[in-house]
């Protein structure tokens, strides 16, 4: 639909040549389609099986298409509303392209590149003191893949290890693509080095592609996997626990759906609980059990500055940064990297995010 609206009403009404127009329109058309030429890579839309740069190029003429779209979209209204309908100059038309490229190249970039640290203090209640400046890194949304390949993951790594974490926890959607597919793109990941270890837990994508597999290769890339599970952390005399769940997508393909009573079952009484739960749509039933923080990602932020609203709503109204639910911090993060099908950010940078556990006052 973006596609022929712009056919519509940015192309035809231009003045040039009508063979420039036909091939512009195959051209507009072939971008469209960008993730039915995905699915003929691959077998699965998820991910797209071609050179990077093909990959990049695609995101970035998807991503003009679309914001095209829209200021076509803007600029028909606001002439209707201030011009009464009358004729748009081609100058117009060829500015508000030159923008939606602009835009789209800006975004690719900014979703492109290794995230930096982002720091946010949690204060918890019960926390021992123990663990007063307890430091939790969390990678969300990694979508290994043709676009965020090993030289993208061992950068990551690098600058995840030099965030100085007592523990690391990695909450879902490590990939797109199969193991055979991603093997050598996950392989940095076994550099990850923590203090008290690297937790995770499935994403919706790693049941897009053969959970099973994806479990048994993580699990052997030092991960420890916590679906449905917890672990109880200790230091000197304190202690937290910290739990996951499986992702909501799970009972779609046969597996187990998060059950956060089977992840909780013989947790210590009045230890304080992180959970790890990639969606955050859930977080309510969380805080009503009693969990102190809830990292999830899932939504990238929505990606882009007003289609956060449009994802906040098909996540129960959470999509980015620290809400207070109940009396439970819940963080969404943006995302340290995100699906190569639509990789554009524009004011929703991605992140690693450092808790930094801090007793209640």
């Not at 009573?261 to 059990?289: C, F, K, T, W, Y």
Request: charged share 15%; net charge positive; with cysteine.
């Amino acid at each position: 639909m973006p596609c022929l609206l712009v056919i519509v009403r940015w192309l035809l009404p231009l003045t040039m040549l009508g063979s420039a127009k036909v091939a512009i329109a195959i051209l507009l058309l072939a971008a469209s389609q960008y993730h039915f030429w995905s699915r003929l890579s691959s077998g699965s839309v998820f991910a797209p099986e071609f050179p990077r740069e093909v990959v990049i190029a695609f995101n970035w003429a998807f991503g003009t298409m679309v914001l095209l779209a829209v200021l076509q979209l803007v600029l028909d209204v606001g002439t209707l509303v201030l011009r009464g309908g009358a004729g748009v100059p081609d100058a117009v038309r060829y500015t508000i392209a030159g923008v939606a490229g602009t835009l789209a190249a800006i975004g690719v970039a900014n979703a492109l590149r290794v995230p930096p640290v982002r720091d946010v203090v949690v204060e918890v209640r019960g926390l021992s003191p123990a663990f007063d400046g307890y430091r939790v890194l969390q990678l969300t949304d990694l979508h290994l893949s043709r676009l965020f390949t090993a030289d993208w993951a061992t950068r990551m790594v690098e600058r995840a290890n030099g965030a100085g974490a007592d523990l690391i926890v990695v909450t879902g959607d490590f990939i797109d693509g199969s193991v055979a597919m991603r093997r050598d793109e996950v392989a940095p990941l076994r550099a990850l080095r923590a203090t008290d270890g690297i937790y995770a837990i499935p994403g919706n994508h790693e049941y897009f592609f053969d959970y099973g597999a994806w479990m048994r290769h993580l699990t052997g890339l030092g991960f420890r996997m916590l679906p449905n599970r917890h672990v109880v952390l200790r230091r000197d005399e304190g202690q937290l626990t910290l739990a996951g769940v499986t992702d909501l997508s799970a009972p779609s393909v046969g597996e187990a759906g998060p059950d956060l009573n089977a992840a909780l079952a013989g947790a210590p009484a009045g230890v304080p609980i992180v959970l790890m739960d990639h969606q955050p749509r859930e977080s309510p039933r969380a805080a009503a059990r009693g969990v102190a923080l809830q990292m999830s990602g899932h939504t990238h932020g929505g990606m882009i500055v007003g289609l956060d609203r449009i994802v906040a709503r098909a996540n129960g109204g959470f999509v980015s940064g620290r809400y207070q639910v109940g009396g439970m911090t819940l963080y969404v993060s943006n995302g340290t990297a995100l699906w190569p099908g639509f990789a554009l950010r524009l004011g929703k940078p991605s992140e690693m995010t450092r808790f930094i556990l801090r007793p209640a006052r």
